[in-house]
């Protein structure tokens, strides 16, 4: 199994940008690296992903456009770029890998996670 460790959230206010970081132990060749987050009293809501082989992304319709997902095979991490932020983007952001398909995102198919990075947006 995977490690996975998320960095790089903190508190900015409406309009600003932050950029997640997810740094994982190893990839597999199969692996897609995905994002969620959960605000208080929320679900679990998956963000964006990444094919780690082929670098097809995905993004759900409420960041599309704001963010941006890469990666860097070559140091095992994968960013999140969160521009425009919104009130409404605050939440505990967590990484999550597995071999998913590239698409909308359940959180029962990514095996591995790690810790949540909480991202707060306010003035």
């Known amino acids: 199994e995977v490690q996975l460790q998320a960095s790089g959230g903190g508190l900015v206010q409406p309009g600003g940008s932050l950029r997640l970081s997810c740094a994982a132990s190893a990839f597999t060749f199969d692996d897609a690296v995905g994002w969620f987050r959960q605000a208080p009293g929320k679900g679990r809501e998956g963000v964006s992903c990444?094919?780690?082989?082929?670098?097809?992304?995905y993004y759900a319709d409420s960041v599309k456009g704001r963010f941006t997902i890469s990666s860097d095979n070559a140091k095992n991490t994968v960013y999140l770029q969160m521009n425009s932020l919104k009130p409404e983007d605050t939440a505990v952001y967590y990484c999550a890998a597995g071999p998913v398909p590239i698409g909308p995102m359940t959180a029962i198919e990514f095996g591995s996670w790690g810790q949540g990075t909480l991202v707060t947006v306010s003035s």
């Open positions: 990444i094919s780690v082989r082929g670098g097809s992304t």
